[in-house]
């Protein structure tokens, strides 16, 4: 059973910083792109970065780029995400995605992810 469980969320001054992690199981974790994405409150879904399956090939919204950091630890069956430099508008649940073959794209198509945890809350206020 794939199972993706999220944590790190909390809530952050503008300007701060936090790091999201995702512990992945029930799936061989160095064979699939990784993706996360976020959605606020009364607004559709962000796509906001993707990791191709060996770690070395990224991509980021362009509202994130220069600001989040995905990474992934094949060894630990991690995926993580550095958020620095947090702005008012990234308050949201932030979810962490499996997806469907090797190689990343942004946004991904549906045929390219096929399972998501429950999220992880990013609140960034004063």
């Known amino acids: 059973e794939v199972q993706l469980v999220e944590s790190g969320g909390g809530l952050v001054q503008p300007g701060g910083s936090l790091k999201l992690s995702c512990a992945a199981s029930?799936?061989?974790?160095?064979?699939?792109?990784m993706y996360w994405r976020r959605q606020a409150p009364g607004k559709g879904v962000e796509w906001i970065a993707g990791?191709?399956?060996?770690?070395?090939?990224?991509y980021y919204a362009d509202s994130v780029k220069g600001r989040f950091t995905i990474s992934r630890d094949i060894a630990k069956n991690m995926l993580y995400l550095q958020l620095n430099s947090l702005k008012t508008e990234d308050t949201a649940m932030y979810y962490c995605?499996?997806?469907?073959?090797?190689?990343?794209?942004?946004?991904?198509?549906?045929?390219?992810?096929?399972?998501w945890g429950q999220g992880t809350q990013v609140t960034v206020s004063s």
């Open positions: 990791i191709n399956s060996g770690g070395g090939v990224t």
């Open positions: 029930g799936f061989t974790f160095s064979d699939y792109a």
């Open positions: 995605v499996k997806g469907a073959r090797v190689s990343v794209r942004l946004p991904p198509f549906a045929k390219d992810f096929d399972y």
